[in-house]
Each structure stands twice: as C-alpha cells, then as structure tokens.
C-alpha cells in the first residue's frame, strides 16, 4: 500500500500543479470567464485526488467527512438564507450547482481543508493544542486570501465589507474539526496535503495582488 501511494502522490501533485498554474496563466493573458467557468471541475478533481492519494481508508475518516461537509454545508445555509455566522452575502455562479442557494461543493471544500490543514500542522513541532489552532488558522488565512478574490471571481459577495465574524466562524469551525481529527488520531499524507494547500494559496494570493 506503502509504494502503491508513492507512486500515486507525484502524478497527483504534478496534476494539483497543472490546472492551478494552468488557471493562474490563463486567468492573467485574459481567459478570466473560461478558466473561472471550470472552478468546479478544478475543485472536483483536487477532491478526486485527494481521496485518491490521502488514504481515505477507513470508515472513520469517510464519516468524519461526510460529517464536515454537513457542518459546512449548513452553516453556509444559515449564513446565505437568515445572515447568520458568516453576515450577508450570497454565492455567484462560478462555484457550481447548488442547494438553497449554497454550492455542494463549499461542502466538499471545508472538509478538504479541514483534513489537509490538519495533516499539515499535525507535522509541526508544536504542543498538540497548538497545533489544533495552527490547523484552525489555515483555514482562516485560506479563506481570507479567498474573499479578497470571491466577488471579482463571482464565487461569493458580501454586502458591503467583510465582517469580522466571518473570520471567527471560520476559526471555531475549523477548530471543532481540527478537534475531532484529533481525537480519532486521522492521519493522511502530508506531501500531499501540502502542496494542494500550497497550490490554492498561491493561486489566491498571486490574484490579490494582480487584478484581471
């Protein structure tokens, strides 16, 4: 199983890779719309992926995302339909079909991250505690470097500026995953889960500062 996954891990990497640097290019020589449109096809293949080569092996990890992506799935409905944790806003076209004005994959992405946040701070040489809020604060930065690119990209849109509660939303959330990753001892691979966060935080970043 061991170089079963040592072989799968530079195929999907090299792949992470692609269709973001791929996105970030085209994006910038003036293929905005295109490459946005395919969001979901991106967002769908790192999920792909990420069950391909994280190990998903046990029914514990399956339910553990099954659960985060419920938990995401209905905060962001209470947040889109009655403004609440997140403030006022609502999602575009480009992320994809949608429940009740929120995407499935939203859901999908706070368990990703979730798992892959983990994974990558689980590996610091910090407290154990320490490393839950390290997990917790990735997904804050992510999101962060999202929002600034979110109403450009038609992902999201917020009434007026962002509000500091969504950014609290996120960490407790992401606390409480961070948690219960914790507690039932999930591991995965961390090469892996570090270069498809580094890839997404990249691409966010580079487009927070070169407007299309």
């Given at each position: 199983m061991k170089q079963l996954n040592e072989m799968k891990r530079p195929l999907a990497i090299f792949l992470i890779w692609l269709f973001h640097v791929s996105a970030i290019i085209g994006v910038t020589i003036g293929h905005k719309d295109w490459?946005?449109?395919?969001?979901?096809?991106?967002?769908?293949?790192?999920?792909?992926?990420?069950?391909?080569?994280?190990?998903?092996?046990?029914?514990?990890?399956?339910?553990?995302?099954?659960?985060?992506?419920?938990?995401?799935?209905?905060?962001?409905?209470?947040?889109?339909?009655?403004?609440?944790?997140?403030?006022?806003?609502?999602?575009?076209?480009?992320?994809?079909?949608?429940?009740?004005?929120?995407?499935?994959?939203?859901?999908?992405?706070?368990?990703?991250?979730?798992?892959?946040?983990?994974?990558?701070?689980?590996?610091?040489?910090?407290?154990?505690?320490?490393?839950?809020?390290?997990?917790?604060?990735?997904?804050?930065?992510?999101?962060y470097l999202m929002e600034l690119n979110a109403p450009n990209f038609a992902f999201w849109e917020f009434e007026g500026t962002v509000p500091l509660k969504n950014y609290v939303t996120w960490f407790v959330l992401g606390f409480i995953m961070q948690l219960l990753l914790w507690l039932n001892k999930v591991d995965g691979d961390k090469i892996f889960s570090l270069n498809l966060y580094t890839a997404q935080f990249v691409f966010f970043l580079y487009f927070a500062f070169v407007r299309v």
């Open positions: 490459f946005l449109s395919k969001t979901p096809m991106n967002l769908s293949l790192s999920l792909f992926l990420f069950f391909w080569v994280f190990s998903m092996d046990s029914i514990k990890k399956v339910l553990l995302f099954a659960l985060f992506f419920a938990m995401g799935m209905f905060a962001e409905w209470l947040g889109v339909n009655y403004q609440l944790l997140f403030g006022t806003y609502t999602y575009g076209a480009n992320f994809g079909p949608q429940l009740d004005g929120v995407p499935w994959l939203i859901g999908c992405f706070w368990a990703l991250l979730a798992f892959v946040s983990f994974t990558i701070a689980q590996k610091l040489p910090f407290h154990n505690y320490v490393k839950l809020v390290v997990g917790a604060v990735l997904m804050v930065l992510l999101d």
